[in-house]
């Protein structure tokens, strides 16, 4: 099966001004997501995991590297082709922001049909059962986005990017600006259109809780590389990348009887991502630290058939996290909850092992 996405060796520099210097965003990426299929993309803020999905859906042109959809490069004279669009599609952080507080709401999701040349008539048809889809009132089309609340307006994003009727959506932080029932809600709202319509996600967050939920795969970031890839309940469960491993034990569950086991302590400052280290980003940051980290980057080890790892001593690093089952039960009460705050079990069962 072709995958939906290939990303081969992406890079990104943007250039400082007034200096020959840059800042290195991306870092050699390297991914893949399947149809259907939701790659959880991780790391702390300013890891570049938004600078990736913006490279995917053509709004930053890659210093370096490939993007593929479907076997096809997206780009072609450094201009993202007429025939992927549509078919890619991205919802934004902010809800708010994103939207056009002078234009109706059903101007905002008719919008993305007008580069398809699609008739009036299927355009109208289109936004109405979009916004039926993420199970708003088709009233609201005549309403503009401060009259909508902070969840109906990531659904209108939603709706937005689904009017299209998309293979591939890249989702940037779509949860982290809303309450904890709105974001129940969108994540089974997600949830259901995948199971549906087998869209692809990119699902781009720092919260590692909602990723773990969401997520088949996880690709985890640190400096604009990622450092580890695998499916999710493997890497939750027990990573094998120092980063990766110190990421997750700073995630409070909650629920008091929950906690993370890790002996990973990162300590010291990030790196510049304009003076990047010779070898390993975590070289300076990491308790596992051998000579050849400060001088070569660790190529990709393979754990299994689908996890990968960039890191020396990934196998040392593995043994000192015990094997938890933390994540899973944390899983489970997501279910309830998420069925308790939505009237009805999540769509998609639980990734564990």
């Keep these: 099966m072709t995958p939906i996405l290939t990303i081969d060796h992406l890079y990104k520099r943007f250039p400082i001004a007034g200096s020959s210097q840059v800042v290195q965003a991306i870092n050699d990426v390297s991914l893949s997501i399947e149809p259907g299929e939701t ?42 082709k007429r025939s992927i669009r549509g078919r890619i599609q991205f919802v934004f952080q902010e809800p708010a922001e994103s939207l056009d507080p002078r234009m109706k709401i059903g101007q905002s999701i008719s919008e993305p049909l007008l580069p398809l ?28 986005p401060s009259e909508l609340s902070a969840g ?17 959506v890249v989702l940037d932080e779509p949860t982290s600006a809303l309450d904890p029932t709105a974001r129940a809600e969108i994540i089974d709202l997600l949830q259901r259109i995948q199971a549906e319509r087998n869209t692809a996600y990119l699902f781009i967050s720092h919260d590692l809780s909602t990723i773990r939920f969401i997520s ?52 010291g400052e990030i790196p510049s ?25 660790p190529p990709a080890s393979v754990v299994d058939e689908r996890h990968f790892v960039h890191c020396f001593r990934h196998e040392e690093v593995a043994a000192a996290v015990p094997a938890s089952d933390t994540f899973n039960v ?20 639980v990734h564990s092992p």
Excluded: W
Aim: charged letters at 25%.
């Design 152 to 168: 109906q307006q990531q659904r209108v994003g939603v709706a937005r990017a689904m009017v299209t009727q998309p293979e591939l």
């Design 39 to 80: 790659l959880g993309l991780v790391g702390e803020s300013g890891s570049g995991k938004t600078t990736v999905g913006r490279c995917i859906i053509g709004l930053l042109e890659p210093s370096a590297g490939e993007i593929r959809f479907k076997g096809e490069p997206i780009a072609e004279n450094g201009r993202f």
């Design 273 to 297: 991502p304009i003076n990047l280290p010779k070898g390993c980003f975590l070289a300076s940051r990491c308790p596992f630290v051998i000579d050849r980290c400060r001088t070569e980057m």
């Design 216 to 267: 088949h795969r996880v690709a985890v970031m640190y400096l604009g590389m990622i450092v580890e890839q695998g499916d999710a309940a493997a890497v939750f469960n027990r990573p094998h990348h120092p980063y990766a491993s110190g990421l997750l034990s700073s995630v409070l569950l909650p629920h008091p009887h929950l906690a993370i086991e890790s002996s990973v302590s990162l300590k």
């Design 330 to 349: 944390f899983m489970r009460e997501a279910e309830r909850i998420l069925a308790r705050k939505t009237g009805k079990a999540s769509t998609v069962p």
């Design 117 to 144: 040349k699609l008739d009036r008539a299927t355009r109208q048809r289109r936004t109405v059962e979009a916004i039926k889809l993420v199970r708003l009132d088709p009233d609201l089309l005549d309403a503009y």
